[in-house]
């Protein structure tokens, strides 16, 4: 995917402006040449004793920037053409650069070759980095800056991950160790719309003589064309190591959480969570009433949620909720093969794995690596609630009284002595909580919401004990609300003012915060409370 040309050339220019007097240039994943096109519109008329080495492994497009510099004869500058891949050439580069530019691709580790993985892994292990290879572009990124000089300007377009998973906290910490100044561009709008993927703009300064982490967020590509934008620092982002996807949040925004934080226990504190049932072939193994009657499967059933849209608006799901799923046709049915040995089913569940067989479904990855392609390992069985990992305004965490199961959308809940589950569920519902749900997870370019594993165990929560008919009030409430500010403005006054002395001016911070992290996740303006959905 190709790099817009003003966004490029913003970026040439932007770095350029700081880096004057430089000789060397390096271009790892050149493309289509935009960036090579850039610098020449930049620096013909004035610069041109200077070297550039451009990395590609298309050869058609090593020839169209070769035609670029046809165009712009000068024999003062050293032109280096090489093709291949990046990885396998960058360690015979023998200049240390100036400035390395340009937007490396972005593979997920399932697309890559065990070469690339490798030489993925080599490259992050050699910077001290413990973690391994998800993606291709932290290995350019980090082996990038081995190349760069003592003075030196690195700039890349990186995916929005850089700036919040998991995965990447390491790159952080090394680009906060290693660069004197950072400047960080986030966008309310997709860059490249046809991966659905937010990117941001990443330039580090090896030197600086105005040090710190800067970040602007643009709200269209056109400002950065019209000088449109503004530099801030927030030092304090950095320090309490929250994801820097939220700079927009200010100082005083970031050290009232911060403060309020440190009164409350985590998620992990009051339950265990598991992952739910990976079954890797969902519309085979999760089925409808309809072909369970078809093929004779009712003895190797068992209840399951699918999907978190089969429980929209609860904070319970009961047997009674479950029947009506199942009367509406939507598939709730786990089909748990119990033998080992597929002859041994009758001949109505000889006749469904047949289907498995016709799709090939048991030639899929996971299949394959399984002892017995159609046995489901790891079974987790039915826990005192689930949360569901992905959500839209806020996460969902629900009371499992119809004692069912539920697929890897999801993590199953057990909680531990002393705390109950209705207690903890109706404390999980206050803005402080839900501030955090949105801080510590990532979002995707269509404004979902994840939270992995050891994100949602560390979850602070403000917990408050309410007996049964506290929470048959909350279930009733939550299940009538028009939206969930309705029920937050409430739990809100008990949860956190009534018992953890949160002042109503902290109160109101507290949900402009909230509303500002869901409107950037969802790239648009701050709603009005009674617009929201409760969806």
């Given at each position: 995917?190709y790099t817009p040309h003003l966004l490029a050339s913003f970026i040439t220019n932007r770095v350029l402006s700081?880096?004057?007097?430089?000789?060397?240039?390096?271009?790892?994943?050149?493309?289509?040449?935009?960036?090579?096109?850039?610098?020449?519109?930049?620096?013909?008329?004035?610069?041109?004793?200077?070297?550039?080495?451009?990395?590609?492994?298309?050869?058609?497009?090593?020839?169209?920037?070769?035609?670029?510099?046809?165009?712009?004869?000068?024999?003062?500058?050293?032109?280096?053409?090489?093709?291949?891949?990046?990885?396998?050439?960058?360690?015979?580069?023998?200049?240390?650069?100036?400035?390395?530019?340009?937007?490396?691709?972005?593979?997920?580790?399932?697309?890559?070759?065990?070469?690339?993985?490798?030489?993925?892994?080599?490259?992050?292990?050699?910077?001290?980095?413990?973690?391994?290879?998800?993606?291709?572009?932290?290995?350019?990124?980090?082996?990038?800056?081995?190349?760069?000089?003592?003075?030196?300007?690195?700039?890349?377009?990186?995916?929005?991950?850089?700036?919040?998973?998991?995965?990447?906290?390491?790159?952080?910490?090394?680009?906060?160790?290693?660069?004197?100044?950072?400047?960080?561009?986030?966008?309310?709008?997709?860059?490249?719309?046809?991966?659905?993927?937010?990117?941001?703009?990443?330039?580090?300064?090896?030197?600086?003589?105005?040090?710190?982490?800067?970040?602007?967020?643009?709200?269209?590509?056109?400002?950065?064309?019209?000088?449109?934008?503004?530099?801030?620092?927030?030092?304090?982002?950095?320090?309490?190591?929250?994801?820097?996807?939220?700079?927009?949040?200010?100082?005083?925004?970031?050290?009232?959480?911060?403060?309020?934080?440190?009164?409350?226990?985590?998620?992990?504190?009051?339950?265990?969570?598991?992952?739910?049932?990976?079954?890797?072939?969902?519309?085979?193994?999760?089925?409808?009433?309809?072909?369970?009657?078809?093929?004779?499967?009712?003895?190797?059933?068992?209840?399951?949620?699918?999907?978190?849209?089969?429980?929209?608006?609860?904070?319970?799901?009961?047997?009674?909720?479950?029947?009506?799923?199942?009367?509406?046709?939507?598939?709730?049915?786990?089909?748990?093969?119990?033998?080992?040995?597929?002859?041994?089913?009758?001949?109505?569940?000889?006749?469904?794995?047949?289907?498995?067989?016709?799709?090939?479904?048991?030639?899929?990855?996971?299949?394959?690596?399984?002892?017995?392609?159609?046995?489901?390992?790891?079974?987790?069985?039915?826990?005192?609630?689930?949360f569901f990992k992905r959500s839209h305004l806020y996460p969902k965490l629900i009371k499992n009284s119809a004692?069912?199961?539920?697929?890897?959308?999801?993590?199953?809940?057990?909680?531990?002595?002393?705390?109950?589950?209705?207690?903890?569920?109706?404390?999980?519902?206050?803005?402080?909580?839900?501030?955090?749900?949105?801080?510590?997870?990532?979002?995707?370019?269509?404004?979902?919401?994840?939270?992995?594993?050891?994100?949602?165990?560390?979850?602070?929560?403000?917990?408050?004990?309410?007996?049964?008919?506290?929470?048959?009030?909350?279930?009733?409430?939550?299940?009538?609300?028009?939206?969930?500010?309705?029920?937050?403005?409430?739990?809100?006054?008990?949860?956190?003012?009534?018992?953890?002395?949160?002042?109503?001016?902290?109160?109101?911070?507290?949900?402009?915060?909230?509303?500002?992290?869901?409107?950037?996740?969802?790239?648009?303006?701050?709603?009005?409370?009674?617009?929201?959905?409760?969806?």
């Amino acid at each position: 995917y190709y790099t817009p040309h003003l966004l490029a050339s913003f970026i040439t220019n932007r770095v350029l402006s700081f880096k004057r007097d430089f000789q060397h240039i390096l271009e790892p994943s050149a493309g289509d040449g935009v960036f090579v096109n850039c610098i020449f519109e930049n620096t013909h008329h004035s610069i041109s004793d200077f070297s550039i080495t451009v990395i590609e492994k298309n050869k058609d497009e090593l020839i169209k920037i070769n035609s670029i510099f046809e165009k712009n004869p000068n024999r003062n500058i050293n032109y280096n053409p090489l093709e291949g891949d990046y990885l396998k050439l960058y360690r015979t580069l023998n200049n240390k650069y100036d400035i390395i530019i340009g937007n490396p691709p972005y593979i997920a580790k399932k697309r890559l070759t065990d070469s690339q993985i490798t030489e993925s892994n080599s490259i992050l292990k050699n910077a001290g980095l413990k973690g391994q290879t998800n993606n291709i572009w932290p290995s350019f990124l980090v082996s990038c800056i081995s190349l760069l000089k003592d003075d030196g300007i690195i700039s890349f377009v990186l995916p929005s991950e850089m700036l919040q998973v998991k995965f990447s906290e390491e790159i952080r910490e090394l680009l906060k160790k290693t660069f004197e100044r950072i400047e960080i561009y986030t966008f309310n709008e997709l860059l490249f719309d046809t991966i659905g993927q937010d990117t941001v703009i990443f330039i580090g300064f090896m030197k600086s003589d105005n040090k710190g982490i800067f970040y602007s967020n643009i709200n269209k590509i056109e400002d950065l064309q019209i000088n449109n934008y503004s530099l801030e620092k927030n030092d304090l982002l950095c320090d309490n190591n929250y994801k820097w996807i939220h700079h927009f949040l200010s100082q005083d925004e970031l050290e009232l959480i911060s403060r309020l934080r440190k009164n409350l226990n985590l998620v992990c504190n009051f339950c265990i969570s598991k992952p739910g049932i990976v079954t890797a072939a969902n519309d085979f193994f999760i089925v409808n009433e309809a072909i369970v009657e078809k093929y004779k499967l009712q003895s190797l059933v068992k209840p399951i949620i699918q999907k978190g849209i089969f429980v929209n608006g609860k904070v319970e799901f009961d047997k009674n909720d479950f029947i009506s799923l199942k009367a509406d046709g939507h598939p709730s049915n786990l089909i748990y093969f119990h033998n080992k040995i597929i002859s041994k089913h009758s001949k109505h569940n000889q006749a469904y794995l047949k289907k498995a067989y016709r799709k090939k479904i048991h030639k899929r990855y996971k299949m394959t690596v399984r002892d017995n392609w159609h046995i489901i390992p790891n079974l987790v069985e039915p826990l005192d609630a689930f949360f569901f990992k992905r959500s839209h305004l806020y996460p969902k965490l629900i009371k499992n009284s119809a004692n069912v199961y539920v697929t890897d959308s999801a993590y199953s809940i057990k909680m531990n002595k002393c705390y109950d589950i209705n207690s903890f569920i109706y404390s999980f519902y206050n803005s402080l909580t839900l501030i955090f749900a949105e801080m510590k997870g990532r979002y995707y370019g269509g404004g979902v919401l994840e939270l992995t594993p050891s994100e949602f165990k560390n979850l602070p929560i403000p917990y408050v004990s309410i007996n049964s008919k506290g929470f048959n009030t909350f279930k009733l409430e939550f299940a009538n609300k028009t939206n969930i500010e309705e029920v937050l403005n409430k739990n809100d006054i008990h949860i956190l003012k009534e018992n953890f002395n949160v002042t109503d001016e902290e109160l109101a911070t507290l949900r402009q915060i909230r509303q500002k992290l869901i409107s950037k996740r969802t790239n648009k303006s701050i709603l009005p409370l009674n617009s929201l959905s409760h969806t």
